[in-house]
Protein backbone atom coordinates (compact mmCIF):
# COMPACT_ATOMS: atom_id res chain seq x y z
CA UNK A 1 0.00 0.00 0.00
CA UNK A 2 2.82 2.51 0.64
CA UNK A 3 4.79 1.79 -2.39
CA UNK A 4 1.73 2.49 -4.51
CA UNK A 5 0.99 5.62 -2.42
CA UNK A 6 4.27 6.89 -3.38
CA UNK A 7 3.65 6.42 -6.97
CA UNK A 8 0.43 8.63 -6.44
CA UNK A 9 2.25 10.72 -5.04
CA UNK A 10 3.23 13.58 -8.38
CA UNK A 11 5.00 15.74 -5.51
CA UNK A 12 7.81 12.78 -4.73
CA UNK A 13 7.95 11.29 -8.23
CA UNK A 14 9.12 14.26 -9.61
CA UNK A 15 11.72 14.78 -6.87
CA UNK A 16 12.96 10.72 -7.15
CA UNK A 17 12.73 11.04 -10.56
CA UNK A 18 14.36 14.47 -11.22
CA UNK A 19 17.26 13.30 -8.48
CA UNK A 20 17.30 9.80 -10.49
CA UNK A 21 18.36 11.77 -13.41
CA UNK A 22 20.90 13.14 -12.19
CA UNK A 23 22.18 10.14 -10.19
CA UNK A 24 22.41 8.66 -13.64
CA UNK A 25 24.43 11.15 -15.24
CA UNK A 26 26.87 11.23 -12.34
CA UNK A 27 27.64 7.55 -12.59
CA UNK A 28 28.14 8.03 -16.05
CA UNK A 29 30.28 10.91 -15.79
CA UNK A 30 31.97 8.77 -12.31
CA UNK A 31 33.21 6.46 -14.38
CA UNK A 32 34.38 8.13 -17.01
CA UNK A 33 36.97 10.29 -14.35
CA UNK A 34 39.55 7.82 -13.47
CA UNK A 35 39.56 6.81 -16.84
CA UNK A 36 40.27 10.05 -18.08
CA UNK A 37 42.75 10.86 -15.20
CA UNK A 38 44.83 6.87 -16.00
CA UNK A 39 44.19 7.82 -20.01
CA UNK A 40 46.36 11.30 -20.13
CA UNK A 41 48.30 10.49 -16.89
CA UNK A 42 48.58 6.61 -16.80
CA UNK A 43 48.28 7.49 -13.06
CA UNK A 44 46.79 5.50 -10.40
CA UNK A 45 47.65 8.30 -7.39
CA UNK A 46 46.67 11.07 -9.98
CA UNK A 47 43.16 9.38 -10.58
CA UNK A 48 43.11 9.01 -6.57
CA UNK A 49 44.07 12.95 -6.29
CA UNK A 50 41.25 13.67 -8.35
CA UNK A 51 38.24 11.45 -6.14
CA UNK A 52 40.09 12.85 -3.85
CA UNK A 53 39.35 16.87 -4.79
CA UNK A 54 35.55 15.38 -5.41
CA UNK A 55 35.20 14.12 -1.50
CA UNK A 56 36.73 16.29 0.11
CA UNK A 57 34.56 19.36 0.20
CA UNK A 58 31.76 16.66 1.73
CA UNK A 59 33.04 16.53 5.85
CA UNK A 60 34.55 20.20 5.10
CA UNK A 61 31.55 21.97 4.02
CA UNK A 62 28.63 19.81 4.80
CA UNK A 63 27.90 22.09 8.21
CA UNK A 64 27.69 25.28 6.56
CA UNK A 65 25.66 23.74 3.64
CA UNK A 66 23.34 22.79 6.49
CA UNK A 67 23.27 25.86 8.04
CA UNK A 68 22.65 27.27 4.65
CA UNK A 69 19.69 24.53 3.85
CA UNK A 70 18.31 26.12 7.02
CA UNK A 71 18.21 29.56 5.82
CA UNK A 72 17.24 30.19 2.71
CA UNK A 73 14.87 28.53 -0.34
CA UNK A 74 15.49 24.78 -0.18
CA UNK A 75 14.16 24.69 -3.88
CA UNK A 76 16.77 27.42 -4.88
CA UNK A 77 19.64 26.05 -3.37
CA UNK A 78 18.92 22.76 -5.55
CA UNK A 79 18.40 24.35 -8.50
CA UNK A 80 21.68 26.89 -8.01
CA UNK A 81 23.58 23.55 -6.98
CA UNK A 82 22.09 21.87 -10.37
CA UNK A 83 23.48 24.65 -12.01
CA UNK A 84 27.18 25.02 -10.94
CA UNK A 85 27.39 21.38 -11.57
CA UNK A 86 25.58 21.37 -14.86
CA UNK A 87 28.10 24.69 -15.78
CA UNK A 88 31.54 23.00 -14.39
CA UNK A 89 31.10 19.75 -15.99
CA UNK A 90 30.56 21.14 -19.65
CA UNK A 91 33.83 22.56 -19.37
CA UNK A 92 35.42 19.02 -19.55
CA UNK A 93 34.36 18.59 -23.40
CA UNK A 94 34.77 22.04 -24.31
CA UNK A 95 38.59 22.42 -23.28
CA UNK A 96 39.04 18.41 -24.51
CA UNK A 97 37.54 18.95 -28.23
CA UNK A 98 39.52 22.62 -28.06
CA UNK A 99 42.63 23.44 -26.24
CA UNK A 100 43.54 20.69 -24.51
CA UNK A 101 42.59 19.62 -20.99
CA UNK A 102 45.08 20.40 -18.22
CA UNK A 103 44.76 17.83 -15.69
CA UNK A 104 44.96 20.75 -12.81
CA UNK A 105 41.42 22.22 -14.31
CA UNK A 106 40.03 18.31 -13.32
CA UNK A 107 41.02 18.33 -10.47
CA UNK A 108 39.21 21.84 -9.75
CA UNK A 109 36.14 20.92 -11.59
CA UNK A 110 35.90 17.26 -9.02
CA UNK A 111 36.62 19.76 -6.57
CA UNK A 112 33.87 22.40 -7.24
CA UNK A 113 31.00 19.51 -8.54
CA UNK A 114 31.42 17.56 -4.88
CA UNK A 115 31.21 21.05 -3.19
CA UNK A 116 27.54 21.83 -5.49
CA UNK A 117 26.93 18.05 -4.58
CA UNK A 118 26.88 18.81 -0.56
CA UNK A 119 24.67 21.31 -0.58
CA UNK A 120 21.85 20.00 -2.54
CA UNK A 121 22.41 16.16 -0.94
CA UNK A 122 21.74 18.31 2.55
CA UNK A 123 18.77 20.27 1.54
CA UNK A 124 17.16 17.14 -0.52
CA UNK A 125 17.42 15.24 3.18
CA UNK A 126 15.01 18.10 4.57
CA UNK A 127 12.76 18.11 1.68
CA UNK A 128 11.60 14.67 2.13
CA UNK A 129 9.43 15.04 4.98
CA UNK A 130 7.48 17.73 3.35
CA UNK A 131 6.36 15.92 0.42
CA UNK A 132 5.55 12.34 1.96
CA UNK A 133 3.04 11.38 5.19
CA UNK A 134 4.89 9.89 7.82
CA UNK A 135 3.81 6.36 7.97
CA UNK A 136 5.69 6.66 3.61
CA UNK A 137 8.73 7.73 4.99
CA UNK A 138 10.28 4.37 5.32
CA UNK A 139 9.22 3.77 2.14
CA UNK A 140 10.80 7.24 0.58
CA UNK A 141 13.96 6.65 1.89
CA UNK A 142 14.37 3.05 0.58
CA UNK A 143 13.07 4.22 -2.43
CA UNK A 144 16.17 6.64 -2.55
CA UNK A 145 18.58 4.21 -1.82
CA UNK A 146 16.98 1.76 -4.80
CA UNK A 147 17.47 4.74 -7.18
CA UNK A 148 21.08 5.15 -6.32
CA UNK A 149 21.76 2.06 -6.65
CA UNK A 150 19.83 1.84 -9.71
CA UNK A 151 21.96 4.88 -10.98
CA UNK A 152 25.25 2.77 -10.20
CA UNK A 153 23.63 -0.05 -12.51
CA UNK A 154 22.81 1.59 -15.23
CA UNK A 155 25.80 4.55 -15.77
CA UNK A 156 28.46 2.59 -15.63
CA UNK A 157 28.40 0.45 -18.58
CA UNK A 158 26.70 3.49 -20.40
CA UNK A 159 29.66 5.67 -19.20
CA UNK A 160 32.13 2.84 -19.68
CA UNK A 161 30.84 2.23 -23.42
CA UNK A 162 30.26 6.10 -24.48
CA UNK A 163 33.90 7.09 -23.10
CA UNK A 164 35.06 4.40 -25.93
CA UNK A 165 33.35 6.39 -28.55
CA UNK A 166 34.22 9.50 -27.18
CA UNK A 167 36.16 11.09 -23.84
CA UNK A 168 33.56 14.25 -23.96
CA UNK A 169 30.28 12.43 -24.18
CA UNK A 170 29.70 11.61 -20.46
CA UNK A 171 30.47 14.59 -19.33
CA UNK A 172 27.98 16.14 -21.95
CA UNK A 173 25.30 13.40 -20.67
CA UNK A 174 26.61 14.74 -16.94
CA UNK A 175 25.78 18.32 -17.37
CA UNK A 176 22.14 17.57 -19.49
CA UNK A 177 21.07 15.39 -16.72
CA UNK A 178 21.04 18.29 -14.07
CA UNK A 179 19.23 20.81 -16.64
CA UNK A 180 16.34 18.02 -16.41
CA UNK A 181 16.50 17.67 -13.13
CA UNK A 182 15.78 21.50 -12.46
CA UNK A 183 12.94 21.41 -14.76
CA UNK A 184 11.45 18.55 -12.40
CA UNK A 185 11.98 20.87 -8.93
CA UNK A 186 10.36 24.03 -11.10
CA UNK A 187 7.56 21.41 -11.47
CA UNK A 188 7.00 20.47 -7.74
CA UNK A 189 4.32 23.01 -6.25
CA UNK A 190 4.98 22.05 -2.49
CA UNK A 191 7.25 24.04 -0.40
CA UNK A 192 10.74 22.59 0.48
CA UNK A 193 10.57 23.58 3.91
CA UNK A 194 8.15 24.58 7.06
CA UNK A 195 7.75 28.49 7.89
CA UNK A 196 10.78 29.86 9.71
CA UNK A 197 10.16 31.31 13.31
CA UNK A 198 13.40 33.79 14.28
CA UNK A 199 13.71 31.75 17.26
CA UNK A 200 14.20 28.62 15.38
CA UNK A 201 17.30 29.75 13.30
CA UNK A 202 20.00 28.70 15.91
CA UNK A 203 23.57 28.44 14.76
CA UNK A 204 25.67 26.07 12.75
CA UNK A 205 26.25 23.16 15.51
CA UNK A 206 23.06 22.81 16.75
CA UNK A 207 22.33 19.84 14.06
CA UNK A 208 25.68 18.47 15.58
CA UNK A 209 24.09 18.84 19.45
CA UNK A 210 21.12 17.34 18.60
CA UNK A 211 23.03 14.11 17.12
CA UNK A 212 25.66 13.66 19.77
CA UNK A 213 22.70 13.47 22.01
CA UNK A 214 21.48 10.69 20.51
CA UNK A 215 23.90 7.62 20.94
CA UNK A 216 22.47 5.55 18.21
CA UNK A 217 22.92 7.85 15.26
CA UNK A 218 26.15 9.23 17.00
CA UNK A 219 27.77 5.66 16.49
CA UNK A 220 26.65 5.23 13.33
CA UNK A 221 28.14 8.52 12.37
CA UNK A 222 31.87 7.40 14.03
CA UNK A 223 31.28 3.82 12.14
CA UNK A 224 30.38 5.08 8.67
CA UNK A 225 33.64 7.72 9.65
CA UNK A 226 35.91 4.61 9.26
CA UNK A 227 34.16 2.73 6.77
CA UNK A 228 33.64 5.46 4.24
CA UNK A 229 37.09 5.42 2.99
CA UNK A 230 37.24 1.92 1.84
CA UNK A 231 33.67 2.06 0.47
CA UNK A 232 34.66 5.66 -1.14
CA UNK A 233 37.88 4.19 -2.78
CA UNK A 234 36.08 0.60 -3.64
CA UNK A 235 35.40 1.75 -7.45
CA UNK A 236 39.26 3.21 -7.95
CA UNK A 237 40.34 -0.09 -6.87
CA UNK A 238 38.16 -2.23 -8.98
CA UNK A 239 38.98 -0.11 -11.80
CA UNK A 240 42.65 -0.52 -11.62
CA UNK A 241 42.53 -3.99 -10.81
CA UNK A 242 40.44 -4.51 -13.89
CA UNK A 243 42.56 -2.23 -15.99
CA UNK A 244 45.95 -4.34 -15.38
CA UNK A 245 43.76 -8.13 -16.23
CA UNK A 246 42.90 -6.25 -19.34
CA UNK A 247 39.59 -5.02 -19.08
CA UNK A 248 38.41 -2.79 -21.68
CA UNK A 249 36.52 0.79 -20.85
CA UNK A 250 33.40 -0.92 -21.48
CA UNK A 251 33.51 -4.00 -19.63
CA UNK A 252 35.08 -2.13 -16.80
CA UNK A 253 31.59 -0.63 -16.97
CA UNK A 254 29.75 -3.68 -16.97
CA UNK A 255 31.81 -4.50 -13.48
CA UNK A 256 30.76 -1.55 -11.73
CA UNK A 257 27.31 -2.04 -13.08
CA UNK A 258 27.69 -5.97 -11.02
CA UNK A 259 28.27 -3.92 -8.37
CA UNK A 260 25.53 -2.05 -8.54
CA UNK A 261 23.24 -4.57 -8.67
CA UNK A 262 24.23 -5.85 -5.39
CA UNK A 263 23.60 -2.68 -3.79
CA UNK A 264 19.98 -2.15 -5.80
CA UNK A 265 19.18 -6.12 -4.40
CA UNK A 266 19.32 -4.61 -0.90
CA UNK A 267 17.63 -1.47 -1.52
CA UNK A 268 14.41 -3.49 -3.21
CA UNK A 269 14.94 -5.47 0.02
CA UNK A 270 15.08 -2.96 2.33
CA UNK A 271 11.23 -1.92 3.07
CA UNK A 272 10.59 -5.67 3.82
CA UNK A 273 14.29 -6.35 5.77
CA UNK A 274 14.24 -3.05 7.31
CA UNK A 275 11.17 -3.53 9.61
CA UNK A 276 11.80 -7.25 10.78
CA UNK A 277 16.07 -6.59 11.51
CA UNK A 278 17.26 -4.99 14.77
CA UNK A 279 19.44 -2.17 13.56
CA UNK A 280 22.65 -3.62 15.62
CA UNK A 281 21.74 -6.64 13.43
CA UNK A 282 22.05 -4.81 10.24
CA UNK A 283 25.19 -2.73 10.95
CA UNK A 284 26.76 -6.26 12.10
CA UNK A 285 26.15 -8.10 8.94
CA UNK A 286 27.03 -5.17 6.68
CA UNK A 287 30.50 -4.87 8.15
CA UNK A 288 31.19 -8.57 8.66
CA UNK A 289 30.26 -9.16 5.03
CA UNK A 290 33.35 -6.76 3.78
CA UNK A 291 35.32 -8.04 5.46
CA UNK A 292 34.88 -11.64 4.43
CA UNK A 293 34.44 -10.10 0.52
CA UNK A 294 37.67 -8.01 -0.07
CA UNK A 295 40.01 -10.89 0.57
CA UNK A 296 38.62 -12.72 -2.50
CA UNK A 297 39.98 -9.64 -4.57
CA UNK A 298 43.69 -11.69 -4.46
CA UNK A 299 41.83 -14.29 -6.01
CA UNK A 300 39.54 -12.66 -8.92
CA UNK A 301 41.57 -12.39 -12.19
CA UNK A 302 38.82 -11.05 -14.77
CA UNK A 303 36.36 -7.81 -14.20
CA UNK A 304 32.69 -9.95 -13.93
CA UNK A 305 34.07 -11.70 -10.79
CA UNK A 306 35.45 -8.67 -9.27
CA UNK A 307 32.10 -6.78 -9.90
CA UNK A 308 30.35 -9.68 -8.11
CA UNK A 309 32.70 -9.50 -4.82
CA UNK A 310 32.10 -5.77 -5.12
CA UNK A 311 28.21 -6.96 -5.07
CA UNK A 312 28.54 -9.41 -2.03
CA UNK A 313 30.19 -6.31 -0.14
CA UNK A 314 27.22 -3.36 -0.58
CA UNK A 315 24.85 -6.12 -1.15
CA UNK A 316 23.66 -4.95 3.16
CA UNK A 317 24.47 -1.07 2.68
CA UNK A 318 20.89 0.03 1.77
CA UNK A 319 19.23 -1.82 4.25
CA UNK A 320 21.85 -0.13 6.29
CA UNK A 321 21.19 3.46 5.51
CA UNK A 322 17.05 2.98 4.79
CA UNK A 323 16.81 2.43 8.93
CA UNK A 324 19.39 5.12 9.89
CA UNK A 325 17.82 8.21 7.68
CA UNK A 326 14.08 7.07 7.82
CA UNK A 327 14.69 7.08 11.72
CA UNK A 328 17.21 10.65 11.48
CA UNK A 329 14.23 12.61 9.49
CA UNK A 330 11.76 11.18 11.28
CA UNK A 331 13.09 12.57 14.67
CA UNK A 332 14.61 15.79 13.23
CA UNK A 333 12.42 18.92 13.57
CA UNK A 334 12.47 20.77 9.90
CA UNK A 335 14.32 23.48 11.26
CA UNK A 336 17.30 21.39 12.21
CA UNK A 337 16.58 18.80 8.93
CA UNK A 338 19.79 20.67 6.90
CA UNK A 339 21.95 20.69 9.92
CA UNK A 340 21.34 17.18 11.46
CA UNK A 341 21.97 15.76 7.62
CA UNK A 342 24.72 17.93 7.33
CA UNK A 343 26.30 16.66 11.13
CA UNK A 344 25.89 13.08 10.07
CA UNK A 345 27.26 13.82 6.64
CA UNK A 346 30.30 15.59 8.50
CA UNK A 347 31.35 12.76 10.34
CA UNK A 348 30.19 9.90 8.90
CA UNK A 349 32.48 11.52 5.76
CA UNK A 350 34.79 13.08 7.66
CA UNK A 351 37.71 10.80 6.38
CA UNK A 352 35.96 9.17 3.21
CA UNK A 353 38.69 11.75 1.08
CA UNK A 354 41.16 9.61 2.60
CA UNK A 355 39.99 6.17 0.21
CA UNK A 356 40.90 7.40 -3.16
CA UNK A 357 44.06 8.83 -2.45
CA UNK A 358 45.34 6.34 0.09
CA UNK A 359 44.11 3.45 -1.92
CA UNK A 360 45.53 4.83 -5.60
CA UNK A 361 48.58 5.37 -3.17
CA UNK A 362 49.00 2.18 -1.63
CA UNK A 363 47.88 0.06 -5.70
CA UNK A 364 50.92 2.34 -7.08
CA UNK A 365 53.30 1.67 -4.24
CA UNK A 366 52.79 -1.81 -2.29
CA UNK A 367 51.16 -3.57 -5.09
CA UNK A 368 47.41 -4.68 -5.62
CA UNK A 369 48.06 -7.49 -2.49
CA UNK A 370 49.03 -5.15 -0.32
CA UNK A 371 46.00 -2.72 -0.24
CA UNK A 372 43.37 -5.90 0.05
CA UNK A 373 44.88 -6.84 2.79
CA UNK A 374 45.29 -3.73 4.44
CA UNK A 375 41.91 -2.52 3.84
CA UNK A 376 40.60 -6.26 5.07
CA UNK A 377 42.69 -5.32 8.27
CA UNK A 378 40.52 -1.82 9.07
CA UNK A 379 37.30 -3.30 8.58
CA UNK A 380 37.76 -6.22 10.76
CA UNK A 381 38.45 -3.63 13.44
CA UNK A 382 35.48 -1.68 12.27
CA UNK A 383 33.44 -4.89 12.61
CA UNK A 384 34.79 -5.96 15.98
CA UNK A 385 33.52 -2.23 17.13
CA UNK A 386 30.17 -2.70 16.32
CA UNK A 387 29.49 -5.68 18.52
CA UNK A 388 31.14 -4.47 21.75
CA UNK A 389 30.48 -0.61 21.66
CA UNK A 390 27.64 0.02 24.16
CA UNK A 391 26.36 2.76 21.36
CA UNK A 392 24.91 0.50 18.87
CA UNK A 393 22.98 -0.79 21.59
CA UNK A 394 20.63 2.23 22.47
CA UNK A 395 18.55 2.49 19.83
CA UNK A 396 16.52 5.78 18.72
CA UNK A 397 13.58 6.16 20.23
CA UNK A 398 10.16 5.65 18.20
CA UNK A 399 8.63 8.84 19.11
CA UNK A 400 9.15 11.61 17.67
CA UNK A 401 12.19 13.71 19.55
CA UNK A 402 11.57 17.80 18.81
CA UNK A 403 14.05 19.83 20.94
CA UNK A 404 17.98 19.80 19.81
Given amino acids: MSARTLRQNREFMLLWSGQALSSLGSQISGVAFPLLVLGLTGSPAKAGIVGFAAALPVPFLALPAGLLADRVNRRQLMISSNAIRGLTLAVIPLLLVTTGLPYVVIVIIAFVNGSAFVASYVAERGVLRQLVAPEDLSHAVARNESRIFAALLAGPPIGGLLYGLSRAVPFVCDAVSYAASTVTLLLIRSDFQEERAASQRGGVLDGMRWLWRRPFFRGC???????????????????????RHGASPALIGVMLAVVAAGGLLGALLSPRLAPRLPPRAVLIAENWAIVAMLPLLLLAHNALLLGAIGAGAVLVTPVTNSIILSHQVALAPDHLQGRVQAAFTAISSSAGWVGPLAIGLLLQ????????????????????????????????????????
Avoid: C, H, K, Y
Avoid at 221 to 243: D, E, I, K
Avoid at 377 to 401: D, H, K, N, S, Y
Fill in 365 to 404: DAGSSATVVALTAWMTVLAIAVVTVPWFRQLPTAEPLTSA
Fill in 221 to 243: AVLFAGSNPVLAGLSLLLVVLAR
